[in-house]
C-alpha cells in the first residue's frame, strides 16, 4: 500500500482491546491503489471489471438464489466485489495457538490474463454480451495460486488465551465485527 494504512481499536474487555483491520479499509484502500487485484486483474476504470463482477454473480445466483445480495445490490452486482471471510487457529510461535482472520478476495489474477487470450481466440463473436459472459466465467479462476500478500486481507491475529476461559467473550465481540 502506498498510503497509511490505519487500523481499528476494538474494545473486548482486554487491557488494550484488540487491534483490527476492517473489510471497508481494506476494500477503500485497494480500490485507490491496486483495484486489479479485486477483479482478477481487471482494473476498475476497465469495463471487463463490471463484467467480471456480474458475471460471477450471474452464475451463482442459480446455487444460492436466496443470498442476500441479489436483493440488497441486486441493481448494482457489476459493482459488487465477493469475497469469503475465513477464520483459522494455528500455532504460532513457542507452538502456542493463534487465532487468525482474514477476507480473502474471490478472483486469480490470471482471469484478465485467460480472458484476454480467450478473448483473441473467438474475436469474431465478442459483439454478443451473452457470449462475452460465457468467456468471462470460463475465464475466472480462483486466487489460489501466487503470493498471499496478493489475496488476503488480515483482519485481525490474537493468541488463545485472549479468546478462551476468561476471555470467551472476546470471540463474539470479533464474530460481531465480522459480520458489521
Partial sequence: MCAPFNYNILPCGLNLGVPCFKLTTWFRALLVHQSQLLAGGFP???ILFGTCLETFWHYMRPSMPDHEVYTRHGDALRTTIPFYLHMDEGRGLRKSAVLVASGQLVFGLS??????????EHREFMEDPEFVSHVMAQS???????STYKSRMLLFALPK???????AHVFDKMLTMLRD
Avoid: I, M, V
Fill in 111 to 120: 482471469t484478465a490474463a485467460k480472458f484476454r487470450s480467450l478473448q483473441e
Fill in 140 to 146: 475466472q479462476l480462483h486466487n489460489g495460486k501466487g
Fill in 44 to 46: 476498475k476504470d476497465d
Fill in 161 to 167: 488465551k485472549a479468546y478462551t476461559k476468561a476471555n
